[in-house]
């Protein structure tokens, strides 16, 4: 693991005072990125190492309520700059949704026309949202996950190839050089240099690529740590288990220093403790990405763990993530804390 | 009583990628026993230490979620259609 700067991790306590957001947009597309840096403190109390902290970058604050938006303005911009992308052409892709509810967003806005492939199964707020933007979902099937929708979505364009615009997330180098030049610099500023550790869920891996790569390009001691599924049926949606899925051709795995695996039985109760005790509703996604930054966290003697909560937990609320989750007492953060604790002891 | 079992692409690896087989039992839970003795290790992946269905597994009998029919315990029939869904994209 990293060892950090003779000087002390702990950040001045005005932090939040940096972040000023724009007063006046000319289009919502102004409005993408500048998301604020909270600190996580009530769900790690009495677990960290005094010169320990972790902060979550809460993306859901951006329009279309997700990180997504950053990769999708990126991509549409690119495409328009390059001429990919003209009048009369159809944007269409294949997303497990939050992707969808950007670029119908980043569509509207322009003026363009969206279709979204994604798997049926998808959660009815997503639906509704990107129908609410104009888009038009395409239904792939559900038995066959994300990569049922990549191969759909596929098929779709070699029919009629000239009809249709496809950003291609899972592909497109845009997606990460959007992280590398908005998410990476704001996280820099904002911890004023001093990150030790970044970790991130892995999707499309757009958002720890290029995030990665700008921070190692200021401090090549800050250690990248990627997060993914335990195995490969689980239900963490947004997340891909490598080794079992269609590898993104943007991911390259040698950029990362480690690779944390989350259970998503953990990763949902992580969400109901970021509810209950730390007081921000988040998603799926951002609960595996917190049980990742607090086993990083764990291992440490001082640091400053930045993590990403891709969005909020509000277009997940009809979903299996809250199947149970009245039988969830506060007493179950400790067991697991004092698990992973016990854990991290045993590595370091 | 022998039921089609439609398997989703992550647990293809027990079924030696084939995405339908048969299993035999009266209750989806008697169907999933005989899965698991005939597909061993996807017994794990689908229910709890506790024996319950895990949270993000969605299971349809003849297209309907069982958790708004006797879970575990609905009832099966000669023919049935039994869908293992993965939530990872979501709702039910």
Known sequence: ?348 | MSVKVRVPTPLRRFTAGVDEVAADGDSVKAVLEDLERRHPGMRERLLDEKGDLRRFVNIYLNGDDIRFLSQLDSKVKDGDDISIVPAIAGGH
């Not at chain 1, 609320?317 to 149970?324: A, D, E, Q, V």
């Open chain 1, 1 to 348: 693991m990293a060892t950090i700067s003779q000087s002390s991790p702990r950040l001045p306590a005005d932090i939040s005072t940096e972040i000023v957001p724009a007063p006046r947009a000319n289009s919502v597309l102004e409005l993408i990125g500048n998301t604020p840096l909270l600190e996580i403190t009530r769900v790690t109390e009495g677990f960290l190492r005094a010169g320990v902290r972790i902060f979550a970058k809460i993306e859901g604050f951006n329009p279309g309520g997700s990180v997504k938006d950053r990769a999708a303005r990126k991509m549409i911009e690119i495409g328009l700059a390059r001429g990919d992308l003209r009048p009369g052409k159809v944007i269409l892709d294949s997303t497990s949704g939050n992707t969808g509810i950007a670029l119908a967003m980043v569509g509207a806005a322009l003026g363009y026309r969206v279709e979204i492939v994604m798997p049926a199964n998808v959660s009815r707020e997503r639906k509704k949202i990107i129908e609410a933007f104009g888009a038009k979902p395409i239904y792939s099937d559900p038995l066959e996950g994300s990569d049922g929708a990549i191969v759909l979505c596929r098929k779709i364009i070699a029919q009629t190839p000239d009809r249709y615009f496809k950003p291609d997330q899972y592909n497109n180098e845009a997606n990460p050089l959007a992280h590398f030049e908005s998410t990476g610099p704001e996280i820099w500023r904002q911890t004023r240099g001093q990150i030790t550790h970044f970790v991130a869920t892995v999707g499309t891996s757009g958002t720890i690529m290029g995030t990665g790569r700008f921070l190692k390009s200021r401090d090549h001691k800050i250690k990248v740590i990627g997060v993914e599924p335990d195995d490969p049926m689980h239900g963490l949606e947004g997340l891909k288990h490598m080794a079992s899925s269609i590898v993104p051709g943007i991911y390259h795995e040698d950029e990362l220093d480690d690779k944390i695996q989350v259970g998503t039985e953990d990763a949902y109760e992580m969400v109901y403790a970021l509810g209950q005790i730390e007081g921000i509703l988040v998603g799926q996604s951002s609960g595996a990405a917190m049980v990742a930054a607090l086993k990083v966290a764990l291992r440490l003697r001082e640091g400053c763990v930045v993590t990403i909560f891709p969005d909020f937990g509000d277009k997940y609320l009809s979903t299996n993530l809250w199947i149970g989750w009245q039988q969830w007492r506060r007493e179950r953060l400790r067991l697991l804390l004092s698990k992973w604790n016990e854990s991290a002891s045993a590595t370091t």
